[in-house]
């Protein structure tokens, strides 16, 4: 069984910083593209960064400067740094990842239960 479990989320003020970190666990064989979404308070939930298994990095617009997507693959764990954070910031940041699970054929596409962040003025 696989599972994704993000951490590191919290309350920071706007203009600071914060880092958010999920492990992928379980009988993996191999983790293919990592993503960060986010889901503000009533809204749905945005793509805000992705990770390709060779490491190329892709952002929204809205964090584009800011934000910085990374992984470790020895530890099936992705980061995403996120600086000068301002109070839209805010929601719940969600970890995405498609996995190759042992002993199967077919890559799968995972979600990690999110971590709350809140950016306040």
């Known amino acids: 069984q696989v599972q994704l479990v993000e951490s590191g989320g919290g309350l920071v003020q706007a203009g600071g910083s914060l880092r958010v970190s999920c492990a992928a666990s379980?009988?993996?064989?191999?983790?293919?593209?990592m993503r960060w979404y986010r889901q503000a308070p009533g809204q749905h939930r945005d793509l805000v960064a992705t990770?390709?298994?060779?490491?190329?990095?892709n952002y929204a617009d809205a964090v584009k400067g800011r934000f910085t997507i990374s992984r470790d693959n020895a530890k099936n764990t992705v980061y995403l740094q996120m600086n000068s954070l301002k109070p839209e910031d805010t929601g719940v940041y969600y970890c995405n990842a498609d996995i190759l699970a042992t002993g199967t054929l077919n890559w799968m596409n995972y979600w990690g239960k999110g971590t709350l962040v809140t950016v306040s003025s």
């Open positions: 990770i390709t298994s060779g490491s190329t990095t």
């Open positions: 379980g009988s993996i064989f191999s983790v293919g593209a």
